[in-house]
């Protein structure tokens, strides 16, 4: 799988090239080269399975060889072993033809968890194999701040330090993002808005 900056002028890269780069160097967004395709027959194959599954399943497409599958699929069950709910993102009937789709079952209780616990492990086992270490450098206003730093504390390949306004961000989520005890993540409280926090972030 190859992934093309959506500006054009940036050389193609491969999953894990795209895992570490983040934005494209011409400032645009990496997208699929090609997209994957499952049929019919694909989706069939996986009704009933545990979610975990049926993610590393659909992920594989993008990631290629990237990451083999045997080990991308241990990082989905390890991944969303911590969840709240065995279905880990249950569809629940409200009424007859009205459902919703639960995604707070992840250890922050916010929707992005279900990317980041993949994510934080994902970057630990490229950045192994590759024999690298990184600082990330990111800016939040609450919950991406949160479900990130559940996700990458205590990763050996990776530190983290993100910043937040200070005063601006609900209680909770400032309680989760600095009573963390981990030696490679850090949180910084900005005096100010997110705009100065992600100012910071692009300087």
């Known amino acids: 799988m190859r992934y093309v900056s959506t500006r054009g002028q940036a050389p193609a890269r491969d999953f894990a090239g795209v895992l570490l780069a983040g934005l494209a160097e011409d400032g645009g967004l990496f ?6 395709t499952l049929s019919p027959v ?6 009933g ?6 993610a590393a399943r659909v992920m594989h497409l993008f990631v290629g060889d990237s990451i083999g599958f045997e080990a991308l699929s241990a990082i989905c069950r390890d991944a969303y072993a911590g969840f709240g709910s065995p279905a880990v993102a249950p569809l629940i009937q409200l009424e007859s033809n009205l459902w919703a789709l639960e995604l707070f079952h992840g250890p922050t209780l916010a929707f992005k968890d279900m990317a980041m616990q993949v994510l934080g492990r994902m970057f630990d086992l490229v950045l192994r194999e590759r024999g690298e270490r990184v600082t990330i450098v990111g800016a939040t ?5 949160s479900a990130a730093i559940e996700a990458f504390q205590g990763r050996e390949q990776l530190d983290v330090v993100i910043m937040h306004p200070r005063g601006r961000t609900s209680e909770v989520q400032r309680r989760q993002m600095t009573t963390v005890n981990a030696a490679n993540i850090a949180n910084i409280a900005i005096e100010g808005t997110f705009d100065d926090c992600q100012d910071l972030v692009k300087a």
């Open 141 to 145: 206003s609450g919950d991406t701040g």
């Open 49 to 54: 399975l545990p979610y975990p599954e049926i």
């Open 42 to 47: 694909d989706l069939r194959s996986m009704r």
């Open 31 to 36: 997208v699929p080269e090609t997209w994957p």
